[in-house]
């Protein structure tokens, strides 16, 4: 049996856009994600996010189950239009008011509130300015970062820049399937610059706001694993590598891009405009990484590929994601962290997984998912023992929502919602997470 750490923290995650719903009230303006998922064909079924799972409403009863499930933290973003609807200027006095009656129930029950301040929502209005793709974006989202310091910073004392940039930058404007749904490699590159310049800028804020607290960043990482010990196999997976880890990891933790990305990139698409300075802003100092891992990515050599890399299906359990399960990458994953990157403090973040789940006399027996989880914690507590400092863990996530393009026919959840009542149901994994957290161990 596994102690975990006393000061641990086990926590579940959620986002703004994926459950609060409440879309057009209180003065909340238009976002990014609600313009893209009203055009047909974007998200599945043509679903929104336009009522998701009420969390708005019904926060106080959201907070009561995670009291009742012993977290000891919830993190949790801040929707940037909801607060500050034109993305500049005026604040929402509403919506500064749902966050504060949130944080303070989360502090009435000792649950530490760990805020994103940006989960893909942008507002619209900024959009029209060009989105992430101007530059002067970098500058107003260190602006609402300053303002809610300012804010909640009081009773905040763990902040998290951005979620998954790489997820902002090449779905949401190289592939096209996430908000705003640009299909252009270089403009990804560009604005995967300026999320990381904005990242930079709202540490170096937070610093000089000096409410005291820790800040960081959320990347989602994919451990890449060669097919074969083949030369360019190996190559493949040192790209693939590059594209999903190391374009994000080497600017905030070494201050540069990695050259061989550069000459990748560089081949087919303009890369990033980088100004003097920009890449001693983006590795500022920070308190941890926050970690979302999933699965793992297992590539061969392929020339007619998009850069020479070819992703494999190995044989293996699979999630309704078509995601392999696949454990030890977690290990192998916090292991390569500290040897490449220094020994930071992590979170994971988010980590979980959907599967078919299904309601019989009002339980939800997900066994496949509680053996997902059990694996992983298992896999976390072997590197806390191999001397990764790992500080924390947050199950993606506390409930059912709307998984953006998958609209809501992925559950990921702990606990099931019934999206016509909005009723919730604890799942058996929510149950067992329970007694995890009250035992600290396996």
């Avoid at 799972?53 to 499930?69: A, G, P, S, T």
């Avoid at 001693?280 to 590539?299: A, C, E, H, Q, W």
């Avoid at 409930?399 to 009542?421: C, P, Q």
Wanted: hydrophobic share 35%; aromatic share 16%.
């Amino acid at each position: 049996m596994f102690k975990f750490p006393e000061d641990f923290i086990w926590g579940t995650a959620t986002a703004a856009y994926q459950i609060e719903g409440a879309a057009n009230e209180d003065g909340r303006g238009e976002s990014i994600w609600d313009r893209f998922s009203h055009i047909p064909g974007n998200v599945w079924n043509n679903q929104n996010g336009d009522v998701a799972c009420d969390h708005y409403h019904r926060y106080k009863e959201d907070v009561q189950i995670l009291k009742d499930m012993g977290v000891k933290g919830y993190r949790f973003s801040i929707s940037w239009p909801r607060v500050i609807p034109e993305g500049t200027g005026k604040i929402n006095q509403k919506g500064v008011d749902f966050y504060n009656g949130l944080i303070d129930e989360l502090l009435k029950y000792n649950i530490q509130p760990f805020v994103t301040l940006y989960h893909w929502d942008l507002p619209q209005a900024l959009q029209y300015k060009g989105g992430w793709a101007n530059r002067d974006t970098a500058e107003y989202f260190a602006d609402y970062a300053s303002e809610m310091f300012r804010l909640f910073g009081d009773r905040v004392k763990h902040w998290i820049t951005h979620n998954e940039p790489w997820c902002t930058s090449f779905l949401g404007h190289a592939i096209g399937v996430h908000a705003p749904g640009i299909k252009d490699f270089s403009t990804a590159l560009q604005v995967a610059h300026n999320v990381l310049l904005s990242h930079g800028k709202a540490v170096q804020y937070f610093r000089q706001a000096g409410r005291g607290g820790k800040i960081g960043i959320t990347l989602n990482l994919t451990p890449v694993y060669a097919a074969s010990d083949r030369e360019e196999d190996v190559r493949a997976a040192t790209v693939a590598d590059g594209y999903s880890n190391r374009w994000f990891l080497d600017p905030v933790f070494k201050g540069q891009y990695p050259e061989d990305m550069l000459k990748n990139f560089g081949s087919f698409a303009k890369i990033p405009d980088v100004q003097v300075g920009d890449m001693k802003i983006i590795s500022s100092p920070m308190d941890f990484l926050g970690v979302n891992y999933y699965t793992r990515s297992f590539v061969k050599y392929n020339p007619d590929a998009q850069f020479g890399t070819e992703s494999l299906r190995p044989d293996g359990q699979y999630t309704e994601m078509d995601w392999e399960v696949y454990p030890q990458g977690l290990y192998d994953l916090l292991m390569r962290l500290k040897k490449d990157y220094g020994d930071i403090d992590i979170y994971i973040t988010e980590n979980g997984a959907a599967f078919k789940d299904v309601v019989e006399n009002n339980s939800v027996d997900d066994s496949d998912r509680l053996n997902y989880l059990k694996m992983h914690f298992e896999k976390a507590a072997e590197a806390i023992r191999d001397g990764v400092k790992l500080k924390g863990y947050f199950v993606w996530s506390l409930m059912d929502n709307f998984e953006w393009a998958h609209g809501y026919s992925k559950r990921f959840g702990l606990i099931y919602v019934d999206y016509e009542t909005q009723k919730r149901i604890w799942k058996k994994s929510a149950l067992w997470y329970k007694d995890v957290i009250a035992n600290n161990s396996l």
